[in-house]
């Protein structure tokens, strides 16, 4: 699902080995958490500019 992500917006977040390597590199989003959180829990993303600060 971490590399998923990195397709929603083309830059940053690569996604390799989870997010370890996006945070050593600086190319971590600062929201994925919550995207993450709201994939996981069935609410699949409407838009690729969405961003983890809306709501599901």
Do not use: N
């Amino acid at each position: 699902m971490f590399h998923a992500l990195h397709h929603a917006r083309w830059t940053g977040h690569y996604g390799f080995q989870g997010a370890m390597m996006d945070r050593l590199f600086g190319t971590e989003w600062s929201d994925w958490p919550a995207l993450y959180e709201r994939i996981a829990s069935g609410h699949p993303l409407t838009s690729l500019k969405a961003r983890g600060d809306e709501a599901a």
